[in-house]
């Protein structure tokens, strides 16, 4: 079964990307890949979709600093406080990058165990305590999602940049570059993690209470649609079948769809690991090349 894109309905900050005129092909390729990236941020595209953009971007800027110039400009510049912002930024984005994935690895361990306890189980106690076992495995998760928001959204404010007045064009051009590389690379990683924290409304003490009231009003459909684009959303609403009433008649095709839906979830869950996976090597290869560059 291919799995269906997410799309999360966090909040995103749309910035345009007003760099100074520039003529290298690569940093104006780099530019209009930093359009690209905003535009279907702003959109909600898909974050598989906008992860492998965010792979393309890293390959730009690979390419940009390989050139000799750029070398010479960082070359000359070191010492600056802007480079050791650049650099601070790279590590930034790198153990950003890396709790995330930590996330997505929990995330997947707490759908695959379910998906184990669906198969083995049946019955309605045996279901409502796997549920229940799902329901504190994420709740984990979400707890050390909102501290790594939390961080993150603290070290996005106080992000404070040291002034380029007196750089020539060349400089400017370049940090300005690096800089909105950064500030994208937070906001989609931030997206993430608000995606996987899921629904805060099926996750309070009380837990599933709206979930059941909404599938005893018989409005599963208004749910799934008002929720359409977010996947976890739509695996709580058909978990919820399992607990807070009474299981009827349908039981088994709930648990049909449960399966179905946590199999879905499951594959895309891989395929943002994959997408993390390729970003994380992007990001190393990046620091690797600033480093490389100013040792020289």
Known sequence: MAPSPMHPKASRHTRSVSLPSRSHPLTLQVERQLHRLRA????SSSMCYNFGGLEDLYDG????????LTQQKLAQEQGEKWVDEVLDGSLRSLDVCGTAQDVLSQMKECVTEL??????RRGESGLANAVEAYNMSRKKVTNIISKSLGDL???????AFSSLLDKNHDVVAMVSVLREVEAITLSMFESLLSFVSGPKAMLRSNGWSIVSKLINKKCVAEADDEMERCELAMVDVTLGAFLGHKINRDFELRHVEAQKRLETLELSI??????????FRSLIKTRVTLLNILSQ
């Open 270 to 279: 891989r395929d943002l690991e994959d997408g993390m996976e390729c970003v």
């Open 115 to 120: 998906q184990s306890s669906l198969r083995r």
């Open 61 to 68: 800027i690979n390419d940009l600093l390989h050139l000799p």
């Open 153 to 159: 959204r603290k070290v996005q404010k106080q992000r």
């Open 40 to 43: 279907s941020e702003a959109n």
